[in-house]
């Protein structure tokens, strides 16, 4: 019961997995090797902090290939890209890094041999993610976008075809299983990936929320309002009747959430650092609540590698 005796108590594991990790360590190593400027298309991570403190490093966020001047380094973000982009990429005079995460990848890789089979691909996800657009931008066509039960029936597909689906990583556990189900319920002939797209730092965060929300009455999730992940976690809070708050920004952190309430749940997105977590554990010990304990949970050891041309050389 020690649990109970805490004021706030810290959902485990929470903040950065490893494609995260990796990702950061990515721009951190070219600024390293090959000096700054250092082009990032999109967001390496979506988190404020993460991307600010990137920048005063001389990491250069873009969007368009267009913004990024010949001869410059160029690092595609964890999220991953289209084919077409890696190709308009590769055509240009850029020294290239892929910190696509390998999690991500993989699923680009089954897209790639379910369309090269024949096979017609729904992609459950969410319209706009960047990861959707990488992920469906494999292929150029046969390839559908779910992103709720109510999408299936208008699929172009029938219902004794053949058909494939991958998902987005960072979905909702309970909410995907819910359109795996529909799906399954229209289309007799499905090709199911071995094992689930969603990747297990999502996996393993949610289930977290899920222990802690029971013994809270508000929960605090850090993350930026654009991470896919971090909104699932608030969204599973407030769907499991807990009151809940995403914030990236100890300022953001209201006084009033915590009126009456007598323990607060922190938990944080695969992208948010874990000083930033401290910082708003923090203020929200200013508010009075004093205690912090941590829920026991998965102690997560997944590492992933560097990619070749930037792996870590000793630094004097
Ligand atoms: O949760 P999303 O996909 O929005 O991204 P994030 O940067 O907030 O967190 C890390 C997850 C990825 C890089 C997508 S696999
Ligand atoms: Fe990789 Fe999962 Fe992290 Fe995305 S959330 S970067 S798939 S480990």
């Known amino acids: 019961m020690g649990h109970l005796d805490a004021d706030i108590l810290l959902a485990q594991p929470r903040g950065f997995c490893a494609g995260v990790d990796r990702a950061i360590q990515i721009v951190k190593e070219a600024i390293r090797q090959f000096g700054t400027p250092i082009y990032v298309r999109h967001q390496i991570i979506h988190n404020a902090r993460v991307i600010a403190e990137l920048s005063s490093e001389g990491a ?62 729904v992609m459950i996800g969410h319209h706009g993610h960047p990861e959707v657009d990488g992920t469906m931008g494999q292929v150029k066509d046969n390839i559908y976008l779910v992103e709720k039960v109510a999408d299936i029936a208008k699929l172009p597909l029938g219902q004794d075809q053949q058909i494939a689906y991958v998902t987005q990583t960072t ?22 990936p071995k094992k689930q797209d969603i990747c297990y730092a999502t996996q393993n965060r949610q289930d977290a929320v899920k222990e802690l929300i029971p013994l809270v009455d508000v929960m605090v999730v850090v993350g930026s309002a654009n991470s896919s992940n971090s909104n699932r976690l608030r969204e599973l809070a407030t769907k499991m009747g807990v009151p809940a708050y995403l914030v990236d920004d100890p300022l953001q952190v209201k006084p009033e959430w915590f009126f009456d309430k007598k323990r607060v749940g922190i938990s944080a997105g695969a992208s948010a650092p874990e000083n930033l977590t401290q ?38």
């Open 60 to 121: 250069i966020f873009i969007e368009e290939l267009s913004e990024v001047p010949d001869g410059s380094t160029l690092i595609f973000s964890a999220h991953g890209v289209s084919a077409e982009i890696k190709y308009l990429a590769s055509l240009r005079d850029l020294r290239i890094f892929d910190a696509t995460c390998p999690l991500v990848n993989k699923v680009h890789v089954e897209v790639q041999k379910l369309h090269a089979a024949g096979i017609p691909i």
């Open 171 to 192: 979905l909702s556990i309970d909410e995907t299983k819910e359109i795996i189900t529909a799906l399954k319920a229209s289309f007799n002939n499905i090709v199911e």
């Open 279 to 316: 910082e708003i554990i923090d203020v929200v010990r200013h508010y009075g609540l004093r205690v912090v304990k941590t829920l026991p949970g998965i102690v997560e050891n997944t590492v992933f590698s560097m990619p070749k041309g930037l792996q870590k050389t000793a630094s004097l």
